[in-house]
């Protein structure tokens, strides 16, 4: 684990600019003391930015401590930054820091009034602004994090920091980003972003502009976080950018002008279509379209802190949701430190890491080879989500080791989710799957894990009766057999020669279904998958052989 | 020395027999008829199931249970788009709760996720055996004394996610420690003996929602009219548990002549509701939102500042279960303003009429 540890550390510690140290030599541990992978690392990298570790807003040590907190005084009284706050490099308040120049803020404040007062001197003003850059980066990035100053006076300064991208000024950027509370200004902030991306190790606001995928809710706002995003080589924001698009709001025309000049800039054509961004975002989504080198100090650091946060030494779920929301559209970036993170000793980094993995598809193929030692671990939930994860970042490769895994006779947990995840491999061993679904007494769950397989395997004759009767049970998972049902209905093609006919049968299945804007009640859901089961049954005894 | 023998015999018998009647004695006095039951220990727990043979009056409650039913609610799966939200699994589909360690996060596990939260999440021991009342190695389950069990560190796991836990400890139901069990798992006739009801009654039961609040209506001096709301019993605020849960208070004029009710509960043939307030907390984006969350031993009055409240005022305080406030993503959100029907997706908690100015 030791080793594992000086390993990540290697990359980062060994990387050019400011404070480069020597790496020290690897290891292998032999003190058997406990290590920690996660911890180590990132308190290594955290220091080396100079930013301090956060704590969880509520952990299990003050849960434990009986503490009387209600809602609304747990920020104010332990200074936590919000869930939706920024924490990037740079973001914390550094006490050592040094003092701003009084010059350099009066010089800002006055260049600001200038173009406020007529934004015609904004030209001159930024030019200014270009030639003292550095000097008053510090100064820029203060007046960007004094979020009570006029809205009109943050976004000449992000104008500012745009014309002279900064370290300093993106960080404050992204933190503006998501924590002011007029959206004109948040979306400004983004905008700025787009330039940081020229800066050498440029990637640090590439986290906090993800976590504005997750919760911006200000059209304009969204749209110019996924631009930025795109800037940094970061596709994830362009289905947003469709979607906003093709939704027919006040942003859509800004919204479909920069996806073409995203899909423009990064294919290096001047002629692009609907089909190229569609066939960029597959590609993005696919691994095929990423930044392959490593990630940048200034990154990592962050990617650290994001793992982190997946640590059972943290109670709320939300930042665990944000992590694993942020991590898992990082793409190839993250793939070698979550692999890493396999081999913590805390079992919840080890879980959410294999869960993220798996949301990252083909993107974290690079720890494949962490998620097959992963099937073997002691913890069910983490071999089980390993199982999955291995399906998802490797499905041609991930036969094999799943089928050996499962000939191990492993506990039950883990033989569900290697079922379920050999079903999503591209070449599902069939017999495998047909042995877990025919197996006698075999429990409800491991036959609709193996049922999935069936069906993807498009051996649906051999678990269709099954299925469609498992949906009017009230014991075992009508639910999951009747979801499983609805997607293969409604993906099969009406002219399949063999298949097509089922398809006769969705304007029933969804008729069965609840209108728009209606939810089920427990009593119609049972009726509903009641009619549903019915529904099928009744088709399957219709053909030959039945 | 035959005699000697014989008599040696007969005192070995004699002890066997002895020992026989104790060890009945003993079961009959540990172990109840369920216990003793002939099922044997099964080489692996896979399902909540499993328990069902021995603790068929524990397991029919809790199948009827929220908890049961937390992995096929159909809020929740629309929510979650059939838990294609994976992040919803966690407290969904939890682990068992002594292997993760009380008060700890949770952790979502990977089968049986259709029990939901089951017997074994609450119940399995990291070495296979249960937390129980006793230790009864005997027992199929063989139950291990574990009196954490009626700790609310048991729930906090997932219901302190949105702090209800913290919300409890600062009310005096905490300095007493009447904790989530003295509420939400009584005991089934008052007394230990009889065991704590397992149907674990909460949101989901609007007696239990209607015993929290009081809602009263009234006119001042100058005849203006308001309503007043008091989380007198909920050991929590009210409600409680983040987006997941909303309450409102709706009004509308009240025709003199409207005296019977309708199978809501509310008066037949009454006009347009207006809305007057709405009591939740705010889901993590909605910076926009205040909290207005009802504290124990919170009273909040309501004026109904309007005309047409000068004749007699109608008021009711309804409780949703899925607010879906600004929920794009479910595809059925709407704005509060957008509504009409108060009982639409809620139910009616308290009615109250005002007479005439």
Known sequence: MRALAALALLPLLGSCGPGEREAPSADPGTDGSAARPTRDVLDATLAELGVSRREGVLSARELRGNRGLLPGELDGEKG????????????????????????????????????????????????????????????????????????????????????????????????????HDDPTVRAFASWALITSAELAGSGGAVPALLRRLKYEKDTMALLWAARALAAHDNLSGLPTLAAIAGAGVEASGAANQQLYEVVRLTTGREDVTAED????????????????????????????????????????????????????????????ELGAALEDDDEYVRLHAAQVLERMGPRGEGAAPSLELALHDSNDGVAGAAAEALASVAPAAAGAPLAARLNEAPPHEVRVALIRSLGRTHAAPVELLLTAFEAEGAPADLRLAAAEGLIAAQEEQACLPWLASAMSQRFGDPAGAEALLGRWLAGIDSQDPELGHWALLRPSWEDLGPQHAIIHTADQARERRAGRAQLLLNHLRTLPGR | MRTLGLRKGMRIALGIIVLLLASWFFSALIGTPEETAS??????????????????????????????????????????????????????APRPIFETGLGERVLPRSSRRA??????????????????????????????????????????????????????????????????????????????????????????????????????????????PSVTITNVRGGHSYPTDERSRASDIWWRPLPADADTLNETGVAAGGGSWRHLHRIRDPYRHEKDIESTLLHFGESRTLAIDDPDADGGVEAVLVYKRSPYYRDPETGIAREIDAVTDPFEDAELVHRVKVGPR
């Open chain 1, 277 to 336: 961004a569609d066939r960029l975002m597959a590609e993005w989504a696919a691994g095929k379209r990423s930044r392959s080198s490593a990630a940048p100090t200034s990154l990592r650091g962050e990617i650290w802190r994001l793992i982190s946060d997946l640590s059972g030494e943290h109670f709320q779920l939300r930042g665990v949701d944000d992590a694993r929301f942020i991590l898992s559209r990082l793409g190839p970036w993250a793939a070698t």
């Open chain 2, 39 to 92: 099922a044997q220990t099964p080489a692996e727990w896979v399902s909540s199931e499993q328990c069902r043979e021995c603790h068929s009056q524990i397991w029919d409650e809790w199948a009827a249970s929220p908890h049961a039913n937390s992995w096929l609610n159909e809020d929740v799966r629309v929510q979650s788009d059939q838990f294609a939200n994976k992040d919803c699994i966690d407290c969904h």
């Open chain 2, 115 to 224: 029990e939901g939260v089951d017997c074994l999440t609450c119940h399995l021991l990291p070495d296979g055996k249960m937390a129980g009342k006793i230790d009864n190695p005997r027992a199929a389950c063989q139950p291990t004394t574990r009196r954490e069990l009626q700790r609310v560190e048991m729930c906090s796991g997932c219901h302190d996610q949105h702090k209800t836990v913290q919300q409890w400890k600062a009310t005096p139901f905490a300095e007493h420690n009447e904790g989530c069990m003295e509420c939400h798992m009584p005991y089934r006739d008052g007394t230990p003996k009889s065991g704590r009801f397992h149907t674990m009654p909460g949101g989901h039961y609007i007696e239990m929602v209607r015993s929290a609040v009081t809602f009263m209506g009234e006119r001042d001096g100058a005849g203006a």
């Open chain 1, 80 to 179: 936590e930054s919000s869930p939706e706050s920024v924490s990037g490099p740079g973001a914390s308040a550094d006490p050592g820091a040094d003092p701003l120049d009084p010059e350099m803020v009066e010089y800002r404040d006055g260049l600001v009034g200038m173009v406020v007062s007529d934004p015609r001197y904004l030209e001159a003003a930024t030019g200014d602004v270009v030639a003292a850059a550095n000097e008053l980066a510090p100064a820029l990035a203060a007046g960007l994090r004094e979020l009570d100053r006029p809205a009109e006076d943050l976004k000449v300064l992000a104008q500012f920091a745009r014309s002279a991208p900064h370290a300093d000024t993106a960080a404050a950027l992204a933190e503006l980003s998501a924590d």
